[in-house]
């Protein structure tokens, strides 16, 4: 059970990998760290299953609360659906590891990456992701590996490799490059309006440091004695892939270079040669190997069509540098853009449509216990923009019954949020929780940044005061052999048919977003960069579109938006707010009719509709917390009377006690002889007694307009002896 342990230098801090320890019966395990996170990852294989066209890869992180010393809040006190977070990672790991299995894989494969103990300092995620790598490498699994992935910040002017949570937040820049030794395989990032220059920057530098892992990998393999397992491909029955190019390739090129019709047209017609093949097929001898072929296996002509559809399409791009809507390799399909398009009940909304791709997004404005609670690893234990993505069946003109969200609504969701988050005011001068919800009406290709664009639109209709707005482009590639081609905007067809999906997105000043997911073993930096650059051009054109819709945010907001009114007090003073059990700030909430939220930083935030109940609201808390100094003159109006004294309000929700003795130069027999409730008073602070209580006194303070009476000298004290 001693297993083996390989420790890597690496940018300062130490990787642990040991292999031959954990969970034996794995097709491979490997429980990496650095400090004291540690993180057990295991790949395991399985026979596949009849009938599957596809890599059944299924890549899960599982957290545990253990790993924080803490015990999960809920009812069953017991980890139960993954929070968003962990789905996010387990979409982090299958992005890198999915496009190096080989294409012509069926069995099944399962990661799983466990965080058994968290580091604040060493975030999990990428982590997991090089875990994956080793896992699978020592499971003997075909695969074109090594591949790891780091994380790169931005402090000032310096590059961090694997940044703590701390330094991520505090940085201009979150950014998680993953790659092999052909080049980067996968990129994740979000920053602060960084330039194009900074981002390809920091892309090249987190390569760098990825190379170093790889060779790591490669002498564990070695000094393990393991032969890594290359995928070599099945030989293929070419029969029907030659009939096909015989048979379909010339009208299957028609119907592509045909840029004039719509996609329900060019899907139609493809649709109608695959038929009108498979009857052509049917016709043939039943001896005929083509027809056996297909007869056998009903997948077979469905495939190879797809593969001969996919070879010509890229051959007219990049032979002709043709689209199959005719449009060149850096243009933008046609955009419309709209705000305001819903009733006012909706707090703000925005209408956006690139090409065939349409998405509604809504804004909604809320009080600060709104905010998302998560109950996740993460340090950062609330989350006060929630960005939330919807895709139905219809949108794609399919039928389907209606989920909850998967990892795909998950993912496009939280890179639209990530997209918006560094333009939102800060919290102290709006303090409102915000919701933004896309609808994808019409989907083909990119409602992730069509969601971006239509998210900015509704947050300006909703008055939330943005930095910048922000837009997007998803930019694509198609590599055959040497020749490499970047596409500005791809459409639906071109993101499955093609190499690349690199979405962009950000401000005229720099970027917000990114994410780029590979289909092929590898990219070179040049090609990245090239990619980056020519997004740059697209955003801008699409932003000028947005902006004529809407340019600025709407002064107004929303007359059914709650009025949120936010101000700081003295922490130390939060207990007078609440009083004991709570029933002073219930008080003033039933009198004023407001939503009141304190944090521990002292910062209240006050919710209506009445703009003037908030502002009474206001008064009271100001009044119970400021400061009363002895001397200080207030007016004020009888609250009650008790048999030795009467209680005045000098501040909202602030008393101070008149003494019987203090109520008159003359002396005072009973209380209401000079005072009833209600009567309205000037009095003195005389003196703040050792419980904090205001004593004040009516004694030489002038009383309607009367002239003050000058107070009596103190008695002389006589010296100490």
Not at 83 to 110: N, Y
Not at 316 to 323: A, L
Not at 444 to 458: D, E, F, H, R
């Amino acid at each position: 059970m001693q297993g083996q342990t390989q420790s890597i230098s690496f940018d300062g801090r130490e990787i642990r990998l040991t292999t031959g320890r954990y969970a034996p019966q794995a097709g491979g395990s490997v429980m990496i760290e650095c400090g004291d996170t540690s993180v057990l990852v295991t790949a395991t294989q399985s026979k596949g299953r009849e009938g599957i066209d596809f890599l059944p890869l299924i890549c899960d992180y599982e957290e545990r609360l253990y790993a924080a010393g803490r015990i999960p809040g809920s009812f069953m006190r017991r980890e139960g659906r993954p929070p968003e977070r962990a789905t996010l990672i387990c979409r982090l790991i299958d992005r890198p590891m999915r496009p190096l299995f080989p294409s012509w894989m069926r069995d099944d494969i399962q990661i799983v990456a466990t965080c058994m103990s968290l580091d604040e300092r060493v975030p999990a995620d990428v982590l997991s992701v090089t875990g994956a790598s080793m896992a699978t490498l020592l499971a003997g699994i075909p695969f074109q590996g090594p591949m790891a992935a780091v994380r790169v910040g931005l402090l000032g002017d310096d590059f961090v490799l694997n940044p703590s949570f701390r330094e991520i937040e505090r940085g201009d820049l979150d950014l998680v490059v993953a790659g092999t030794p052909e080049g980067v395989v996968m990129v994740e990032a979000g920053a602060n309006q960084l330039p194009e220059g900074d981002v390809i920057e920091a892309i090249d530098f987190g390569y760098e440091a990825v190379c170093e892992l790889i060779k790591a990998q490669e002498t564990i393999l070695k000094e393990a004695g393991i032969e890594q397992v290359k995928p070599e491909a099945p030989s293929e029955d070419t029969t029907l892939p030659v009939y096909l190019e015989k048979a379909c390739s010339k009208s299957i090129g028609e119907v592509l270079s045909h840029f004039d019709q719509s996609k329900a047209e060019r899907d139609e017609k493809l649709d109608a040669i695959r038929e009108q093949t498979a009857e052509t097929i049917e016709g043939l001898k039943e001896s005929d190997p083509v027809r056996q072929l297909v007869s056998g296996n009903g997948k077979a002509l469905p495939t190879s069509f797809k593969a001969l559809t996919k070879k010509l399409m890229r051959q007219q791009i990049v032979k002709d540098g043709k689209r199959v809507d005719g449009r060149s390799l850096d243009q933008v399909r046609p955009i419309s853009a709209a705000a305001g398009v819903l009733p006012k009940r909706v707090h703000g909304s925005g209408l956006f449509q690139r090409g065939l791709t349409q998405v509604l997004s809504t804004a909604t404005l809320g009080t600060p216990s709104d905010a998302q609670e998560m109950d996740d690893l993460n340090p950062n234990t609330e989350k006060t923009y929630l960005h939330h993505y919807n895709f139905p069946p219809y949108s794609v003109g399919e039928t389907k019954p209606m989920r909850s969200p998967g990892r795909r609504e998950i993912g496009h969701g939280a890179l639209a949020e990530r997209a918006i988050l560094p333009v939102l005011p800060a919290k102290d001068t709006f303090p409102y929780v915000v919701r933004v919800v896309s609808e994808v009406l019409s989907s083909n290709g990119s409602t992730s940044m069509g969601s971006v664009c239509g998210s900015t639109l509704a947050l300006m209709d909703a008055g939330v005061p943005l930095k910048a707005p922000v837009s997007g482009a998803a930019m694509g590639l198609i590599k055959e052999g040497k020749e490499v081609r970047i596409l500005t905007d791809i459409q639906g067809i071109e993101d499955f048919l093609g190499d690349m999906d690199f979405k962009v997105a950000g401000t005229d000043k720099g970027i917000t977003a990114l994410q780029m997911d590979m289909k092929i073993t590898g990219l070179a930096i040049n090609t990245v960069a090239e990619a980056i650059n020519q997004a740059r051009p697209a955003r801008l054109h699409i932003l000028e579109k947005m902006l004529e819709a809407i340019d600025t945010p709407r002064d107004g907001m929303s007359p059914h938006a709650p009025r949120l009114l936010s101000f700081r007090i003295d922490p130390e003073l939060i207990g007078t707010v609440i009083g004991p059990g709570g029933r002073t700030i219930k008080g003033i909430t039933e009198r004023t009719n407001t939503k009141i939220d304190i944090e521990d930083s002292g910062i209240v935030t006050i919710a209506s509709h009445d703009g003037a109940a908030a502002d009474e609201a206001q008064k009271i808390i100001e009044g119970l917390t400021r400061k009363v100094n002895e001397g200080e003159v207030f007016s004020g109006s009888i609250t009650r009377i008790i048999p030795i004294g009467a209680f005045v309000e000098i501040l909202p929700g602030k008393e101070g006690m008149i003494h019987i003795s203090q109520l008159s130069e003359a002396r005072v027999e009973k209380v209401e002889d000079v005072v009833k409730v209600g009567d309205e008073v000037t009095v003195r602070v005389r003196e703040i007694d050792n419980r904090g209580r205001i004593n004040l006194t009516l004694r030489g303070v002038p009383q309607n307009g009367e002239d003050a009476e000058p107070e009596p000298a103190p008695t002389p004290v006589a010296p100490l002896s």
